[in-house]
């Protein structure tokens, strides 16, 4: 392959193998819903433990709240590629292997379950008092409360949150797939970086911020949707 | 019916504890509506959180129809609290929920089946006058009609008791009349017990018989709303009395409910009406124009205010559905305000 520079080597897209470039979309795709969902399930819990804990003053909950509170602000700072590395070992342990796209789960939803606990956490404060209130006086059960009214209640919140975190993992799987578990961050760096074919980091580049921009028209539409206020 | 002994209710604040009800014992009766008035921070809704469980005394007692509450776990209470509605300033609706949804809300928590839940919703929506916003959201309703659903919501479980915190704070003057006319019908109609919290006497002087009157966390004054009115022993009470009276004036549930046993057919309806409105011959007029219809005055007065004369009316009006729609439509154009007290 003759290497083709300057501005030019963006547009040479016979290089661009496009059975090869589907595969990629294919796994970023899957990688990113799969670990959207994962995180929902996990953010969910982790903020409403958050959420439920805060404002309680009994002894187990104070301490519950300062073990998810530590636990969130921890692997929320820690840098995503970072993370990656360090959680290496786990990933062995746990998926039984380091390369292809079901190794970048683990540190995928390590990163993001905390930042989309914290928007789950600050959703459901935002639920007006007056309302819990009121539930509260028909007799509701904490659990009632939880999914009669907090759920429904955050729910445009919920869904944003889930939005800007769905964004920031299509970011992630990118950065996931230099260091092997494919998809196409993976090809952008494999085949258009190191084999210097700029055309295939370009194709890459577009694919990715179409997934991200039906990412933010799903989320946005939805919120339309389900908001009534 | 509900009962509070020498209930005293502390908070901490800034780690220095607060008395926000002091001493407190009071006794309000099955089937009356009881004010309970004083100015914000006087400790009211604190009182009235009492009432239903949603917060505990830090000293005395609480009784729920002769039942002690305050040893009661969250789980005990829950089917109590079933039976004590309650409605709010703010109407705390569910924005998520249609209108017909939130109705249905505590009947859900209940545990009561669908089919069931509609059925009864709907009665309610009739009995607030609102059938036809059933799939409206909450945010598309007016503040009147929002508290319509809020006591739709708060009867749907067959409460013996209703409990209203500031409940037409939020709402202008004629909206307040047609929320308070509904709860003394309900109080009436339904048999069910009204606590109603305010600042505003002109409410408790509409539709309660009794008042307890609040001040920094104490009862300060309880009787009959005429002795309230007619006699204020306290300096809060008379103030409150004398703002109550800047406003127009308009009759006392107590006269209301005379006025209904002493005329007890035909449809009743009071008018409001201004200085002007006052010279002209409209009754005269209507009696020519629909010579079937009867219509006969039962009481009434002028008053002066700030604003000139106010006057009202209440008339008696003995016709057939269709000559009495046409009218109420043409009292409804000359004068301010005409509220039916009641159909005939
Ligand atoms: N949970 C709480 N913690 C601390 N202080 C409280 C709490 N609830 C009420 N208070 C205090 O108790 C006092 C009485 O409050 P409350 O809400 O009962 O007054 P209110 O008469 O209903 O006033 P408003 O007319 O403004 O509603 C206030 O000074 C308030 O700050
Ligand atoms: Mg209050």
Redesign the interface.
């Known amino acids: 392959m003759d290497k083709l520079n300057g501005f030019q080597s963006y547009f040479q897209f016979k290089q661009v193998n496009w059975p090869s470039m589907w595969q990629a979309t294919f796994e970023t795709v899957w990688l990113t819903i799969v670990s959207v969902l994962l995180v929902a399930i996990l953010g969910l819990a982790l903020g409403l433990i958050l959420y439920q804990t805060n404002a309680s003053s009994g002894r187990v909950s104070r301490i519950l709240n300062g073990i998810v509170a530590l636990f969130v602000n921890i692997f929320r700072s820690i840098p995503f590629i970072i993370l990656i590395v360090l959680l290496i070992p786990l990933t062995k342990g746990l998926m039984g292997t380091m390369i292809g796209p079901k190794a970048a789960i683990p540190a995928l939803i390590m990163s993001a379950a905390p930042f989309y606990a914290r928007l789950v956490e600050s959703a459901f404060r935002e639920v ?1 008092d ?2 819990l ?9 904490k659990a ?1 409360i939880v999914w ?2 907090l759920l ?2 955050s ?1 445009p919140a919920l869904v944003s949150g889930l939005t800007v975190t769905a964004i920031s993992l299509v970011g992630y799987t990118a950065m996931a797939g230099v260091i092997g578990a494919g998809g196409l961050g993976n090809l952008a760096y494999q085949d258009g970086f190191q084999a210097n074919q700029n055309a295939i980091t370009l194709v890459a580049t577009v694919i990715i911020l179409i997934i991200v921009f039906v990412c933010q028209k799903i989320g946005d539409l939805v919120v339309q949707h ?1 908001d ?2 | 019916m509900l009962q509070l002994k020498q209930v005293g209710k502390t908070f901490i604040r800034e780690q220095k504890t607060f008395a926000a009800l002091t001493d407190v014992s009071l006794n309000i009766e099955a089937g009356e509506i009881y004010g309970i008035i004083g100015y914000s921070g006087a400790g009211k809704s604190t009182l009235m959180r009492l009432l ?1 469980g ?1 917060e505990k005394p830090t000293t005395g007692d609480v009784l729920v129809e002769g039942q002690s509450i305050v040893g009661l776990s969250e ?1 005990a ?6 039976k ?1 509605g ?1 409605i ?1 300033q ?1 109407f ?6 249609t209108v017909l949804e939130n109705i249905m ?2 009947l ?3 545990g009561v089946p669908k089919a069931q839940r509609q059925a009864k919703a709907r009665e309610l929506l009739k009995v607030v006058e609102l059938t036809h916003l059933e799939a409206a ?3 598309e309703l007016s503040g009147g009609q929002k508290q319509r659903v ?1 006591i739709a919501r708060a009867l749907i ?1 067959d409460p013996k008791i209703l ?1 209203c915190d500031e409940a037409t704070s939020a709402l202008d003057p004629k909206t307040t009349n047609s929320i308070l006319t509904l709860l003394a019908q309900i109080n009436r109609e339904m048999g069910i017990t009204i606590v109603l919290v305010t600042h505003e006497m002109e409410a408790v002087r509409r539709i309660c018989q009794r008042i307890a009157v609040m001040e920094n966390g104490r009862l300060i004054e309880e009787g009959t709303v005429h002795e309230i009115f007619e006699k204020p022993k306290t300096e809060a009470t008379q103030a409150l009395v004398a703002e109550s009276l800047m406003v127009t004036p308009s009759e006392t549930a107590a006269s209301i409910n005379q006025l209904l046993e002493r005329v007890p057919n035909g449809t009743i309806v009071q008018l409001r009406f201004n200085e002007a409105q006052s010279s002209q011959p409209v009754i005269g007029r209507l009696m020519r124009q629909y010579p079937t219809v009867e219509i006969s005055v039962i009481s009434g007065s002028l008053q002066q205010t700030i604003n000139g004369a106010l006057g009202y009316l209440y008339i008696q009006i003995q016709a057939n559905p269709s000559d009495l729609k046409a009218v109420l439509a043409e009292l409804a154009q000359q004068t301010i305000e005409v509220e039916v007290v009641r159909h005939g």
């Open positions: 007006d007056g309302v209130e009121a539930t509260r006086s028909m007799g509701a059960s009632q009669q009214v429904p209640e729910m389900i009534h206020r | 239903n949603l789980q209470m829950r089917p109590i609290r079933q004590i309650m709010f703010h705390n609706l569910l924005w998520s929920k809300l505590p859900k928590l209940a959201y909450p945010s809020a479980s409990l």
